[in-house]
């Protein structure tokens, strides 16, 4: 039985991070189909600090980006969550609460983003109260922002923005951002 389960969805279990999350975690972060989103796949000792990171942001925030893995046979299957992002150089709509997911090849097209995401927007608004969700990524990122459409999040590109942590001149600079308030949220949950 695994321990520590924060959500559950209809196939899913989030939870808190493990020790055994470490091997598949960082040979997701090494992949680079995975990783094209990002300036660069992670090293073995990055992906390991990404989960020791994402461990204290749990300790100081109450939540954070957490494994995902399948209700039926315990695949881990990537990491979905709430993060308050914490760069050293400020994005231009903070500070916020992001939603954000990455997973592992096996489990593109089968809508797992899309329903553990939904969890956590439950959460977000629902259980602490957010007023406001956002999510951003790569302007090129077009699976991402799908998922974001279908969780009903809406962009205006007004807002579209370049990610303070890479050069302009970057091809992954320039980034979308999508919203989600919570009256907006209860209307589509009623």
């Not at 470490?22 to 796949?41: G, I, N």
């Not at 990491?79 to 914490?86: D, N, Q, R, T, Y």
């Not at 939904?118 to 998922?147: C, D, H, M, Y």
């Amino acid at each position: 039985m695994t321990q520590d389960i924060l959500l559950e969805t209809e196939r899913l279990i989030c939870r808190s991070w493990q020790d055994a999350d470490l091997e598949p975690f960082a040979e997701m972060c090494a992949d680079p189909e995975v990783m094209r989103y990002f300036p660069e796949p992670l090293t073995y000792d990055q992906t390991a600090a990404l989960i020791d990171r994402a461990k204290a942001k749990q300790e100081q925030d109450g939540f954070c980006f957490v494994p995902i893995e399948t209700k039926d046979i315990s695949e881990f299957l990537g990491f979905v969550g709430l993060s308050i992002p914490a760069y050293s150089k400020p994005l231009p709509f903070g500070p916020c609460v992001e939603i954000g997911w990455r997973l592992t090849r096996s489990a593109w097209g089968k809508g797992y983003a899309s329903e553990a995401a939904t969890a956590w927007l439950r959460f977000g608004f629902e259980t602490i109260g957010l007023e406001e969700i956002v999510s951003f990524t790569a302007e090129t990122n077009t699976p991402s922002q799908k998922v974001m459409a279908r969780i009903g999040m809406s962009r205006d590109p007004a807002d579209d923005f370049f990610h303070p942590m890479l050069p302009e001149t970057h091809a992954l600079a320039p980034h979308v951002l999508y919203r989600l308030d919570r009256k907006t949220w209860a209307r589509r949950e009623m």
